[in-house]
């Protein structure tokens, strides 16, 4: 079972019902998701499968705000997911102590809601920031 999204108005139902199946379609890819889920936990998922609700919603919620908070933060958090979620080596990549990446790894968490340490957090993170630069190739080209 997956939900949509709470709407004030019922002018606003089929926003969520549309979330809730293709949440329910995603679903597969996540077979350790909580039954029930909410369509929201499924964003990569969704996004992944051609929803560009959910591409969207991934790209404004934590793309554009890490963009916002400086090039650090999305340094920080791409070294760290392209190696292996170690902190010496993101650490020696950017030529900072790991208390830094630490702290930045921290700062990210707290802008987005997700972290970059957790499996699942780090999945999300990785889809946004991928969605987030073919958004911005696209618009350059």
């Given at each position: 079972m997956v939900v949509g999204p709470p709407v004030a108005e019922l002018?606003?139902?089929g926003t969520s019902v549309a979330a809730a199946v293709n949440g329910l379609r995603a679903?597969?890819?996540?077979p350790d998701a909580p039954r029930p889920v909410l369509a929201?936990?499924?964003?990569?998922?969704?996004?992944?499968d051609g929803d560009r609700a959910a591409r969207k919603q991934l790209v404004e919620e934590i793309y554009e705000p890490l963009?916002?908070?400086?090039s650090p933060l999305l340094d920080t958090l791409s070294v760290y997911l392209e190696h292996a979620s170690s902190?010496?080596?993101t650490a020696r990549m950017l030529f900072v102590h790991p208390n830094t990446v630490r702290y930045r790894l921290s700062r990210i968490s707290e802008l987005t809601?997700?972290?970059p340490a957790d499996g699942r957090g780090s999945f999300i993170l990785r889809v946004a920031v991928t969605l987030g630069r073919l958004t911005e190739g696209a618009a350059q080209r």
């Open positions: 002018r606003g139902a679903s597969v890819a996540w929201e936990d499924l964003l990569p998922e969704r996004a992944l963009c916002k908070a400086g902190l010496e080596a809601g997700h972290m």
